[in-house]
């Protein structure tokens, strides 16, 4: 089955307690990218990747980092999280014009 | 500036037609896109314009006029199931609207 799988999907911690959201994809598609998902604001691009090795940001980057190694997977990673930083977080692969969403990471930053 | 607006909220009855309109100011665009999200779930596709005109699928069609940087989303024979969050997205600059949130009642 063509899926984006994301993980964790909830997530409780502490600020400053660097953690990494996964996200892999099954479909061979270049383009994947990360957004957060806040009320009334709708989603916000953090950082996209054409290819392996490429990446880019987005709208929102303070505070995030990507890595590309490989096609199926682009991690997104929080060095130092803070409370501001509390969101749902999808992550997205796309074909064409047309993106997969991955299920969603609620992360809590207490 | 850039931006994607679009209504906060819709209500509709069942078997009614509703359209979601959306204007778009972006520096990168090569087409409008549109997603739906039921709470608690992720955005999935709905469609895609690249050229002015109305693009039908199914129930949904959705229509685009790029020398007005306007399009909207039509959705016909209303039905429970519609009740969720539509957005639209430019395509090139990758930016969503704040979403509209649709309202179908019985």
């Known amino acids: 089955e063509a899926q984006v799988t994301q993980n964790p999907r909830y997530l409780i911690t502490v600020t400053g307690k660097k953690l990494t959201v996964t996200c892999s994809q099954n479909m061979n598609h270049e383009y994947m990218s990360w957004y957060r998902q806040d009320p009334g604001l709708g989603l916000r691009q953090i950082y996209y990747?054409?290819?392996?090795?490429?990446?880019d940001k987005g709208d929102v980057p303070e505070g995030y980092k990507v890595s590309r190694k490989e096609k199926r997977n682009f991690p997104l990673i929080l060095e130092s999280p803070s409370p501001n930083q509390t969101s749902l977080y999808f992550c997205?692969?796309?074909?064409?014009?047309?993106?997969?969403f991955g299920p969603g990471t609620r992360l809590t930053v207490l | 500036g850039q931006s994607l607006e679009q209504p906060s909220e819709v209500t509709a009855v069942e078997g009614a037609i509703v359209q979601i309109n959306c204007t778009y100011q972006?520096?990168?665009?090569?087409?409008l896109s549109w997603y739906q999200q039921h709470d608690g779930g992720a955005p999935t596709f709905l469609s895609y314009?690249?050229?002015?005109g109305l693009e039908e699928t199914g129930r949904f069609s959705s229509f685009l006029s790029r020398s007005d940087s306007y399009g909207y989303l039509l959705l016909q024979e209303l039905q429970m199931k519609d009740s969720a969050s539509y957005f639209c997205a430019v395509w090139g600059d990758m930016r969503f609207g704040a979403g509209t949130r649709l309202t179908v009642k019985p």
């Open positions: 990747s054409m290819n392996v090795e490429v990446t």
């Open positions: 997205a692969s796309s074909l064409n014009n047309e993106q997969f």
């Open positions: 972006t520096s990168g665009f090569y087409g």
């Open positions: 314009n690249a050229l002015d």
